[in-house]
């Protein structure tokens, strides 16, 4: 009798432990040496002039000073958060040297920023050797999110880099505002020159970027236009992973640019705002085990998404994010 007791004992013991392991794998972990290579700029992007420049601009010893004081200031947060952070923030000054504007719109990232505005002399250094001039701190100051400029914030993220667990999680939704239909009227009835001129501060480093740019918004216009012929509700594949999610940039401008008004209504069913509705892998360099919860820090809010989806349209703008 008593046997018995200690056996079923043992083996509760087996599966109690068996279950918290298996929680443990399924827990996302952050950790450093998750982070993507080459900020995760996607494949076919020109950038690695403006990557170089921002390289050599920001040197090792004001990076290691920065960390210091930021684990300094805030105890609670780990190397590898600070990293991540870091990640993420780079990837943020890319776009400021490219977008005449570019709010910040991650309250988790922009403590990584203010920590670097306390070394003044050496962050004036940084910004006149990687964009020639003061790189000024503009937060997003708004109570409320500032929907048209985070959806254009989305829509250039989407094509420079991939969209990791961490970056849902500090920029918060994505792809969950309508672009301004008369920006995309623009791009589909404006010269390359005259939009380069509008929306982007161009120089020799991120010229090729910039007109790579233009040319995917001008193309994902013309391919909503082709769509809506053949399909007036689009087709589309759901987004299963994080990564690259070029795909559901072009839901956002079909939906931004037929639906303008009812845009959430049609384009969540396949842009979430919510990253539970998403898993990764150690495969994909990005967190291991699955997502977790979609806590949001950046835009203010978070939704849900549905199940079911349709086949991947055989557009030209279409990404490899698509999924059956």
């Not at 390289?55 to 105890?75: G, H, I, M, T, W």
């Not at 890319?94 to 990232?109: D, G, H, I, N, Y």
């Not at 009835?189 to 918004?217: A, C, G, P």
């Amino acid at each position: 009798m008593v046997a018995g007791i200690v056996t079923a004992a043992l083996l509760l013991a087996g599966v109690v432990t068996g279950v918290v392991v298996l929680a443990a794998r399924n827990r996302p972990k952050l950790a450093k040496e998750n982070i993507p290579e080459h900020l995760g700029v996607l494949t076919p992007v020109p950038v690695t002039p403006l990557l170089e420049k921002l390289d050599s601009a920001l040197n090792s010893d004001y990076v290691e000073q920065v960390k210091q004081r930021f684990l300094q200031d805030n105890p609670k947060r780990t190397e590898d958060e600070f990293e991540w952070r870091l990640f993420e923030l780079k990837r943020y000054l890319l776009l400021a040297a490219m977008l005449k504007e570019t709010p910040m719109f991650s309250e988790e990232v922009d403590e990584i920023w203010h920590t670097m505005l306390l070394f003044t002399q050496k962050y004036q250094t940084f910004s006149e050797r990687f964009v020639g001039k003061m790189l000024h701190h503009t937060p997003n100051t708004s109570p409320t999110p500032a929907p048209q400029e985070r959806a254009f914030f989305d829509w250039v993220f989407s094509q420079l880099f991939t969209i990791t667990e961490f970056s849902w999680k500090s920029w918060g939704s994505f792809f969950k505002y309508p672009i301004d239909k008369r920006v995309l009227q623009e791009f589909k009835e404006e010269s390359n020159e005259w939009l380069i001129n509008r929306y982007f501060k161009v120089n020799e480093d991120n010229r090729n970027t910039v007109e790579y740019l233009v040319r995917k918004m001008k193309q994902q216009v013309s391919d909503a236009e082709v769509m809506y012929q053949v399909d007036e509700k689009g087709q589309f594949a759901k987004q299963r992973r994080y990564g690259e999610m070029t795909n559901l940039s072009l839901v956002m401008v079909f939906f931004s640019y037929f639906y303008f008004d009812d845009y959430w209504k049609y384009a969540s069913a396949y842009t979430y705002a919510n990253a539970a509705n998403y898993t990764s892998g150690c495969s994909t360099a990005i967190f291991c085990g699955t997502a977790s919860d979609g806590s949001s820090h950046g835009d203010g809010g978070h939704g849900g998404g549905h199940d079911g989806g349709s086949s991947c349209s055989s557009c030209s703008s279409c990404g490899s994010g698509c999924s059956s």
